[in-house]
């Protein structure tokens, strides 16, 4: 079959799992894995750089949530769909990821049959959310993704900046190691703090923790680690 393959990324923190996913889809013939990433920045940059059709992304990503990478890259690369996978099957998740630009969602524990048909259909421009009575997810009637795109700047209130430090505090680093990470000094993390704090009125860890559980920037398991 002469055919041009559909260009992957695949962005999961986990090296086995990217293995995994990467040995699922080379067995497809119309699939090509072009990279690989391990933190939602990198996916980001690489995203930029390689252009691929699909992004497989993990929503729970170091450095960058799955979610504002998602953002990002619709924002840098439009022509790149991204389906986001997730350990968690919940309507606001789902919600979320299509909010934020993601074209599919789809659970962790969902067969290998279904996420190679959902990077087809967004591919071909589908949407791929929602369940069947008999669990399956299918394909949506929702419109493409770029109305997620729309509807993300109209709710996502936080710069990129601000999300990462924001996704960093809840999940428990101090300002020193958020500095660290970031490549800023200590005073710019405190100044980004309290600009969170002020900007969404909320003023301890705590309830930073729970506002970035709500956004979907990281994901509910984070809570009970942190409070």
Do not use: C
């Not at 990279?35 to 939602?40: L, S, V």
């Not at 599919?104 to 929602?130: C, D, P, R």
């Amino acid at each position: 079959m002469n055919m041009k393959a559909i260009t992957v990324l695949l962005a999961e923190d986990h090296k086995l799992v990217r293995e995994g996913f990467r040995a699922l889809l080379d067995q497809e013939g119309d699939l090509e894995v072009v990279g690989e990433a391990e933190t939602g920045r990198q996916a980001v940059q690489l995203a930029t750089k390689l252009r691929p059709a699909v992004v497989v992304m993990d929503i729970a990503m170091p450095l960058l949530n799955g979610l504002e990478a998602t953002r990002q890259i619709r924002l840098a690369v439009p022509a790149t769909k991204v389906l986001i996978l997730s350990a968690h099957n919940d309507d606001a998740y789902q919600e979320q990821a299509a909010a934020w630009g993601a074209a599919a969602f789809l659970v962790k524990q969902t067969s290998s049959h279904i996420l190679v048909t959902a990077i087809h259909e967004v591919q071909k421009g589908n949407t791929f959310f929602g369940r069947s009575p008999a669990g399956e997810v299918q394909p949506s009637r929702r419109n493409p993704a770029d109305r997620g795109l729309a509807a993300t700047k109209s709710r996502n209130r936080l710069s990129a900046r601000e999300a990462e430090v924001l996704q960093l505090i809840a999940e428990g680093k101090p300002n020193k190691q958020v500095a660290a990470e970031l490549g800023v000094s200590f005073k710019t993390v405190d100044k980004h703090r309290q600009h969170l704090m002020a900007k969404l009125n909320i003023h301890d860890i705590a309830g930073l923790t729970r506002y970035a559980i709500s956004a979907g920037i990281i994901e509910s398991s984070v809570l009970v680690t942190i409070l």
